[in-house]
C-alpha cells in the first residue's frame, strides 16, 4: 500500500490504471480461487476515475486512488451485503460503515466484496453459501476463516489490501494460513458501525495487508472513537507507521508454555521458536510465562459466542431484511420457513446452542459461569503484561491450511484450531499474524504476537522488526499452479 501510494503520488501510474489490473488479474484468477463474492468493476472504475481527476486538482490524501477489498459482512452504501448467507441475498447496504466512511475519506477505492464463512462462523471458508474459496498457494487447501476470502485476494495479489473481521481468530488464522499480514484491533480501538453483528462483545474490524506497514497505515486511517458506536474507546490514536523500527532492542517478549502444547504440528513449531530466536538476536529479552486459564477459552468462547450471535441473528426473520420464504399461511410459518432455508447448518448449529445457554435453568450453569471464567483469563493477560513482558510470541494455529473438506464434517475438531487465536478476543487485547515460514509443503505459517489492549504500536513495532529481518512476506505464491 505505501509502495502503491508512492507511485500514485509520484504520477508513475494512475489508479484507474490500477485498478483495470487489478480487475484483470481477478479475472483471470478467481475463477480458480474464489476470493470474491462480488465485484462491482463500473462502480471501481468510477471511483479511480474521480480519484485521478482529484490528484490532478492537487489533491493530496493517503490513500487517493488505493484499491481495497471488504469482507462481506460491513455495509458499503450501494452494494450488497450479504454475509455470505442466503437469507440476506440481495440485500443492499443503505449506508457506509464508519471504517468505510474513514477510509473514502482518505480517498481509498473499493473493489468488491470478498468471500467468507456464512456470518463469519468458521474457520475455513467452507461455510459461505455461495462458494468455497481456496488457498492461493495451493488450491486444494482451505485459506482459513471466516474472512478466507479477504485474506486469498490479498495473498494473490488481487488487491493491495482488504478488510476481515476477527471474533476469534478470523483475520489472524486465514492471514496465517495464507502467508499475509492480519491484524486483530483491540476491542474498542476501531467502531464496529456498519459491522453485522456476530458476538457484539468479542467482534473487531481488522486489516489484512502484504506487510506490517501497510497494516499500521491501514489501522490509524480505521480506528478511533466514533458517536455511532459506544463501544469504541476514547483513545489518542497514535500514528503506527513513524514508531516503526527494525531492532527491538529494550523490548521484553514472553513465550507462553501454555500455547506450544502436545500435538501442534512439528514444523508450525519449528518455525515459531526460529522465529523467537530471530527476535531475540534483534535485541529482545525472551521470558517464559504462564496463562493457566488458556486451556478454557474454546469451551468459554462458544458459549458466549453462540449465545450473542442467537440474539443478534434473531432480526434476521424475513421481515426487515434479504429474502423471504413465498407462500406462507401466516407470518409465524413464514418466519420459521424463511430462517430454515435461509441459514446454513453451522449458523443453525451455533444459533441453537447459543438459545440452549441462555434458556431458564441454564443460564447461571453455563453464560455465567462463562463469563466468570472469561474475566480469569483477562486477568492473566493483565498480570504478565504488567509484571513480566512487553508482548507475547505464539503460533496463531497448531496447524497449517489443511485440505478442503478435510473437517467440515468436525466441527468440534475445527473449533480446536481456534485454540490459540480465541484468548485475544475474550480478553479484549491485540493481536497480529505475520509470516514466519513454511512447510515441506509450501504453506504459509504465521507468528501471533499479542499485546495488552490498545498498545498497538508496541505490537506493530515487534511485527515490523522481525518481518524485515525474515522477509517472509515477501515470497508470492503461484497461483497458476
Known amino acids: 500500500m505505501a509502495e502503491v501510494s508512492a507511485l500514485l503520488r509520484e504520477r508513475k501510474c494512475s489508479s484507474l490504471e490500477l485498478v483495470q489490473e487489478l480487475i484483470a488479474v481477478i479475472r483471470k484468477n478467481d475463477s480458480q480461487i474464489g476470493a470474491f463474492v462480488s465485484l462491482d468493476e463500473e462502480y471501481a472504475l468510477a471511483q479511480a476515475r474521480r480519484a485521478d481527476e482529484l490528484r490532478r486538482k492537487g489533491t493530496e490524501l493517503p490513500l487517493l486512488g488505493v484499491p481495497l477489498a471488504v469482507k462481506d459482512l460491513i455495509n458499503v452504501q450501494g452494494q450488497t451485503c450479504t454475509c455470505a448467507s442466503r437469507i440476506l441475498s440481495g440485500y443492499v447496504a443503505p449506508y457506509d460503515a464508519t471504517v468505510i466512511a474513514r477510509l473514502r475519506r482518505e480517498g481509498a477505492v473499493f473493489l468488491g466484496r470478498t468471500n467468507m464463512d456464512e456470518f463469519a462462523m468458521g474457520a475455513s471458508t467452507e461455510n459461505s453459501a455461495y462458494k468455497i474459496t481456496r ?75 502484504k506487510c506490517v506497514r501497510d497494516a499500521a497505515i491501514l489501522l490509524k486511517t480505521i480506528a478511533g472513537h466514533d458517536e455511532r458506536d459506544s463501544t469504541s474507546a476514547k483513545i489518542t490514536v497514535p500514528d503506527y507507521e513513524s514508531g516503526l523500527r527494525t531492532d527491538l532492542k529494550g523490548l521484553k517478549i514472553g513465550l507462553p508454555k501454555e500455547y506450544f502444547i502436545d500435538g501442534m504440528d512439528a514444523e508450525v513449531e519449528k518455525c515459531v521458536r526460529a522465529a523467537v530466536a530471530e527476535c531475540e538476536r534483534l535485541g529482545a529479552a525472551i521470558v517464559d510465562v504462564n496463562l493457566p486459564m488458556t486451556p478454557h477459552a474454546v469451551a468459554v468462547y462458544y458459549i458466549i459466542a453462540c449465545a450473542e450471535a442467537s440474539a443478534n441473528l434473531a432480526r434476521f426473520d424475513g421481515v426487515r431484511y434479504g429474502c423471504r420464504a413465498k407462500n406462507a399461511d401466516d407470518p409465524y410459518e413464514m418466519y420459521c420457513r424463511t430462517r430454515a432455508e435461509g441459514f446454513g447448518a453451522e449458523v443453525k448449529r451455533r444459533i441453537i446452542l447459543g438459545t440452549y445457554v441462555l434458556s431458564s435453568g441454564y443460564y447461571d450453569a453455563y453464560y455465567l459461569r462463562a463469563q466468570k471464567v472469561r474475566t480469569l483469563i483477562r486477568r492473566d493477560f493483565e498480570r504478565v503484561f504488567a509484571e513480566e513482558c512487553d508482548v507475547l510470541l505464539a503460533p496463531v494455529a497448531p496447524a497449517p491450511a489443511y485440505k478442503i473438506g478435510e473437517k467440515i464434517e468436525d466441527p468440534l475438531q475445527m473449533y480446536l484450531g481456534d485454540i490459540f487465536t480465541i484468548p485475544a478476543n475474550l480478553a479484549g487485547i491485540c493481536a497480529l499474524s505475520v509470516p514466519c515460514g513454511f512447510t515441506a509443503q509450501n504453506l504459509p505459517v504465521g507468528l501471533q504476537i499479542l499485546g495488552p489492549a490498545f498498545r498497538e504500536d508496541v505490537l506493530l513495532r515487534a511485527g515490523y522488526a522481525y518481518e524485515q529481518a525474515a522477509q517472509w512476506h515477501l515470497r508470492r505464491p503461484d497461483v497458476k499452479k
Do not use: H
Open 135 to 209: 488457498n492461493p498457494w495451493n488450491r486444494d487447501y482451505v485459506p482459513g476463516g471466516s474472512s478466507g476470502g479477504s485474506a486469498a485476494a490479498v495473498a494473490a495479489d488481487e488487491t493491495i489490501a482488504a478488510l476481515g473481521s476477527d471474533t476469534g481468530g478470523s483475520v489472524r488464522q486465514p492471514a496465517s494460513f495464507c502467508g499475509c499480514v492480519g491484524l486483530k484491533p483491540s476491542y474498542g480501538r476501531v467502531s464496529r458501525y456498519g459491522l453485522t453483528a456476530f458476538a457484539s462483545s468479542l467482534d473487531q474490524i481488522g486489516p489484512m495487508t
